[in-house]
């Protein structure tokens, strides 16, 4: 791979540029593409990112690269994208932008739990399971997951409801 850095190397040049922008560095993945490589760096906050986000970060992170030579001869794509819903929480940070989700949290006893977390602060997690409160420590959490929930035609937040039945 000549003179590029390892993904340990872009994660400590990229963390205090990410952070300069106002974002948590949350991975970087370089794979090859053909006769180039593919550089995915996923960055969060709390509010989630916009467009506007990518495109700011995007411009910090080619900078820097382009600064330290970091990528070295061969191009490279550039993709600056934030978490999938897939992404486990690992952090207490995933846990506090989960708020309000339906998680699947896998303890590091073996056991699982689901429900919605209700919060998240410096010691751990508050789920709300099946209406009654759980607080989890984070060393007690494996990891979580949050789960696709669809909304059903009919819910009672349905704006489309005109109130006739059949």
Known sequence: MGSAFSQERLMKLLEPVVGAEGFDLEDVTVTPAGKRRMLRVVVDRDGGVSLDDVAEVSHAVSTALDDQ?????????????SPGVDRPLTLPRHWRR??????????????????RVAG?????????????????????????????????AGDADDADDDGDEG
């Open 69 to 81: 030579d970091a990528m070295g001869a061969t191009p490279y794509v550039l993709e600056v994208t």
């Open 98 to 115: 989960a708020k309000g989700r339906l998680v699947k949290a896998e303890l590091s006893d073996g056991g699982v739990l689901e429900g």
């Open 120 to 152: 998240a602060d410096g010691t751990g997690v508050e789920l709300d399971v099946a209406g009654s409160s759980r607080k989890i420590e984070y060393e007690d959490l494996a990891r979580g997951r949050v789960q696709v929930e669809f909304r059903r």
